[in-house]
């Protein structure tokens, strides 16, 4: 009888690999923080031994969603600024407030409270632009969540960072500490085309092949962002990184809305990402990306929630449902994005953008056993015909019951298995929301 640390029974196991797969009453063997094996959960309660048994009567067990983009330090910031464009709301409103208030500390209680939102809901990994990446990667490390930080490159001085020599040392030193942790990693991470100037776009490739990480950047948000760089480069953004070399299979498309075909086929060309992040999107009236074309041409899709800022919540189950209702919607098409598409977008497409697609993303074995178990036993869930359609229509964060990262409980019955209590967050909440209105 073979022995492993934790055995998981469920209803369902959709593993995203091999796609459209719904598995049965199947059960999840982990060791050593690894998927040791995938198998009917008959066969699993005769051969298997665990430490501990883990029941799911009427659960889907799926892999650990990956926001492939947030800025989660700016959940201090949730519902400041509502209504308002892109560029307004950045130079009204954010910019003016993290220039007064944007501090060591600020980032980390701030992406504390994130990174519990974002457990809570299912989401194990996340890829996080912001300032101070050292307080960033503290608050995630607390938690147990994996992470990619992003070095961060801005031409402008702000309250963190002088000028990109400045930004670059300060990420590169945040990274260097963080080496041995194996949940931290990092990205490479120049805000904007119309923030970061040739000289440092290049600078910033350069460093992210030197280190084989992701190049992480806003691109093609807004219509004015493409206006604005053919006024002043006489290309659009994309056809600037791809003149600087940076069009790259590293290269992760922050949300992508407005793209012709010729910016499509040079993301296909190049094997570049996007992170789709459609609840921003269209709380800022930026626009619909054109998901179903993307994906036609071969183009990874992940999806991300942006910060709370834009978007008011850190939920993957909202971003897969709006996804897959705008793809059809904005196509035409009913068929575009259905829910395995949307789901492998929350997972192994986001994995696979940010280099760790050999390690999450699916349930495989061999790879970390990053978890989460969603209850569909609600009467809101009644009749279940597809679990894997529920997923994306039907439930929603507050269905998740279980989370495990590297096979450790996280979340166990709906309660986070936390460091830090809901009353010292709260706390933290309460004094920020104080300062920030004042």
Not at 176 to 201: C, K
Not at 363 to 387: H, Q, T, W, Y
Request: hydrophobic fraction near 45%.
């Amino acid at each position: 009888m073979n022995s492993v640390d934790l055995l998981i029974h469920a209803r369902w196991v959709i593993p995203v690999e091999p796609a459209r797969t719904v598995l049965d009453y199947h059960s999840v063997a982990v060791k050593d923080g690894l998927i040791a094996d995938v198998l009917p959960s008959d066969l699993a309660r005769r051969s298997v031994q665990a430490a501990r048994v883990v029941d799911l009567g009427e659960h889907v067990l799926i892999p650990g969603l990956v926001n492939l983009h947030t800025h989660a330090a700016m959940a201090l910031m949730r519902g400041i600024g509502d209504d308002l464009p892109l560029m307004r709301w950045l130079q009204e409103v954010i910019w003016p407030a993290e220039a007064k208030h944007v501090s060591d500390t600020f980032v980390r209680e701030g992406t504390l409270l994130a990174a519990v939102e974002m457990l809570r809901g299912g989401i194990t990994t996340c890829s996080d632009m912001y300032f101070h990446p050292d307080a960033a990667a503290q608050a995630f490390d607390l938690v147990g969540m994996r992470a990619m930080v992003g070095i961060v490159l801005i031409d402008f001085p702000t309250a963190y960072a002088t000028d990109a020599d400045d930004y670059l040392r300060k990420g590169l030193a945040a990274r260097d500490r963080w080496r041995r942790q194996p949940r931290i990693g990092f990205t490479v991470a120049p805000h904007a085309p119309y923030t970061v100037s040739d000289e440092n776009l290049i600078r910033a490739q350069t460093l992210a092949r030197e280190l084989d990480l992701p190049l992480h950047i806003h691109l093609h948000e807004t219509d004015g962002e493409i206006r604005e760089s053919i006024a002043a480069h006489g290309l659009r953004p994309l056809a600037r990184l791809e003149r600087l070399g940076i069009a790259a299979d590293n290269l992760v498309a922050v949300h992508a809305v407005h793209l012709n075909s010729h910016d499509i086929d040079l993301l296909a060309s190049h094997g570049a990402s996007v992170a789709h992040c459609p609840t921003s999107n269209m709380k800022l009236a930026s626009g619909i990306a054109p998901v179903p074309r993307l994906l036609e041409a071969g183009v990874r899709v992940g999806l991300g929630t942006d910060g709370a800022a834009s978007n008011n919540r850190l939920d993957l189950f909202q971003e897969m449902r709006h996804a897959a209702l705008l793809a059809k919607v904005s196509s035409g098409d009913a068929t575009a994005v259905p829910a395995h598409s949307a789901l492998h977008m929350a997972t192994l497409a986001g994995a696979e953008a940010l280099g760790l697609g050999d390690e999450i993303g699916s349930i495989v074995r061999g790879k970390r056993a990053d978890l989460c178990a969603v209850n569909l036993a609600d009467i809101s869930m009644r009749p279940c015909f597809e679990p894997l359609s529920h997923l994306v229509h039907a439930a929603g964060r507050d269905q998740v019951s279980h989370v495990w990262i590297d096979g450790e409980s996280r979340v166990d019955a709906g309660v986070a298995l936390l460091q830090i209590s809901d009353k010292e967050l709260l706390r933290i909440a309460t004094v920020w929301q104080t300062r920030l209105a004042n």
